[in-house]
């Protein structure tokens, strides 16, 4: 308790020299004029909630300094650039590069799986560059985890902006709850998350600083973060370094997470076999193949769901399944591609709220967690689809179904309050089946 009130108190004082510097700074407009040697000297603003005067940064402007790893630098050969030029490259331009580009046919299939409204719109994904892709994500994302209208109007008359809304939703769950909140506790939070991403574009600078040893300086250098870890924003800053920042993800309830950097979801060429993967996946688990995937954790972010205690890297998925049946099917392979059902997938573990499958096609270990009245015992053989046991809330606060993947036969999966992402990845490859 001690500790926590003197560290608040110590917030106060560098809020303080915040605003100071930030008043100083704004009547020059030299935030920019700072940074005009850098890639982000044109980085973009936001509207503020509820009247901070912080900058709120709108970090998608912000270039991502972050260097390329080899698959990244594989797809710019493909497309033609060449190993001089690829090695002056960072993940901001090869992100700048890959949205620009036109969609294959191989991403419209890809699309296709995760939204399958678009199965007959082809003639429209052929004129798509991979960023009206990413627009179209972040509509239909809007659409079913945004505001409705009356809250919009609400938020609006309490003085918070959609986008800063959509950051706190995965704290208050729900968007009734944030206009219900104290404005007083809100705005703290909030000016938390805007220094954070101040925080960020210093870091961005002081990265293509060393990089091209140009001189910059830096204003802002004391910024104490918020305790807790609730969007990208919030992730303490000593613990950033293991992730990346995602805006969204196709049927991913929130805005601007923090997923770990193994899991490469930053990447929006990885990303979109991710989606498609994960959304193949969600409509196995619950057999239903009009089933629009509803996600709340995903593999790698920051999580702070009661199951994995306070800021941990989440291994595994999240997911609510559709209303109606709630019973939790097997993804275990229906056949083998081009040869005789042979192998089996066998229950290892059966317990209260766990069933485990081992996999021999896969050798991986299928780990379903929170579900109650087990259908399965051990030794049991499960096939596609087969009922495993009914989403519920055992072992965490609201129901859902937690599914991980391990590699190789494993007795256990983990839940650690840790930034090591230990599991395997649940976007396994589901084209080797057949459907
Ligand atoms: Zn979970």
Redesign the pocket.
């Known amino acids: 308790m001690f500790s926590k009130e003197s560290e608040s108190g110590m917030k106060r004082v560098f809020a303080l020299m915040l605003c100071f510097g930030i008043m100083f700074t704004a009547t020059t407009y030299s935030i920019n004029a700072e940074y005009k040697t850098s890639k982000n000297s044109s980085v973009k603003y936001l509207e503020s909630s509820l009247g901070i005067e912080i900058p709120n940064i709108d970090t998608r402007s912000i270039h991502s300094m972050k260097e390329l790893n080899s698959d990244q630098e594989r797809y710019l050969v493909d497309i033609g650039y060449t190993q001089g030029k690829i090695i002056k490259m960072d993940f901001g331009d090869y992100v700048k590069i890959y949205e620009s580009k036109k969609v294959t046919d191989e991403d419209i299939e890809l699309y296709i799986i995760t939204f399958p409204e678009l199965a007959n719109k082809k003639d429209m994904l052929k004129n798509w560059t991979h960023s009206d892709y990413q627009k179209y994500v972040d509509k239909s994302n809007d659409k079913r985890f945004g505001p409705n209208e009356s809250e919009v109007i609400r938020l609006k008359e309490k003085g918070i902006t959609i986008l800063d809304a959509k950051t706190l939703l995965k704290e208050y769950k729900e968007y009734d709850k944030i206009i219900e909140a104290d404005s007083e506790v809100l705005k703290e939070k909030l000016e938390g998350k805007y220094k954070s991403k101040i925080k960020y574009l210093e870091k961005m600078n002081q990265m293509e600083e060393e990089k091209n040893k140009s001189p910059l300086t830096v204003i802002f250098d004391k910024i104490n973060l918020t305790s807790y870890a609730l969007d990208y924003d919030d992730i303490p800053s000593t613990r950033q370094i293991h992730y990346d920042k995602v805006y969204t993800f196709a049927g991913y309830r929130y805005y601007n997470d923090g997923f770990h950097v193994d899991t490469n979801t930053s990447d929006p060429l990885a990303r979109a076999y991710q989606e498609s993967n994960a959304a193949h996946l969600y409509r196995l688990l619950c057999d239903n193949s009009n089933a629009s995937p509803y996600f709340t954790?995903m593999w790698g972010t920051y999580s702070f769901?009661s199951?994995?205690g306070n800021g941990a890297c989440?291994e595994?998925i999240?997911m609510v399944l559709p209303s109606g049946s709630k019973v939790v099917k097997s993804v275990s392979p229906p056949q083998y591609v081009n040869y005789p059902y042979t192998k089996k997938d066998d229950v290892i573990r059966a317990e209260t709220g766990l069933i485990a499958v081992y996999s021999e096609y896969y050798s991986r270990t299928f780990y379903y967690l929170h579900g109650t009245i087990n259908q399965v015992s051990v030794g049991d053989e499960v096939k596609l689809s087969d009922s495993l046991f009914t989403e519920s809330n055992i072992n965490t606060k609201d129901a859902h179904l937690?599914f991980a993947v391990e590699l190789n036969y494993s007795m256990s999966t983990d839940t650690a309050n840790e930034d090591n992402l230990d599991s395997a990845s649940p976007y396994f490859r589901l084209d080797t089946l057949i459907y």
């Open positions: 954790n769901s199951d994995e989440h595994g999240d937690h």
